[in-house]
């Protein structure tokens, strides 16, 4: 059974950092690649990052400079160091894992609060 879980939100002033965490198991063959996306209140689901089980990144052009993501991949578990925050960064940010296999699968967890204030 695959589980995605994240960790590390909460409320931070603008300027301020967050350091989100994300871990994911159940997939024999591990998984790839592995990021994070951003839901805003009436808006749609956004990419943040994805990284690859190779280092591979993609940002948002929106948080370029900012953002890092990162990978463990013996731990199947990915970070993302969010800096300079901005308020417009405020959402429900979710972790994406696809299973690597013939058939990939997405699997989402249940999302994260980040809150920023101005």
């Known amino acids: 059974q695959v589980q995605v879980v994240e960790s590390g939100g909460g409320l931070v002033q603008a300027g301020g950092s967050l350091r989100l965490s994300c871990a994911a198991s159940g997939s024999f063959f591990g998984f790839n690649p592995m990021g994070w996306y951003r839901q805003a209140p009436g808006k749609q689901r956004e990419l943040v990052a994805t990284?690859?089980?190779?280092?591979?990144?993609n940002y948002a052009d929106s948080v370029k400079g900012r953002f890092t993501i990162s990978r463990d991949n013996t731990k199947n578990t990915i970070y993302l160091q969010m800096n300079n925050l901005k308020p417009e960064d405020t959402a429900v940010y979710y972790c994406?894992?696809?299973?690597?296999?013939?058939?990939?699968?997405?699997?989402w967890g249940q999302g994260t609060q980040v809150t920023v204030s101005s």
């Open positions: 994406n894992a696809r299973t690597r296999s013939n058939w990939p699968v997405d699997y």
């Open positions: 990284i690859t089980t190779g280092g591979s990144t």
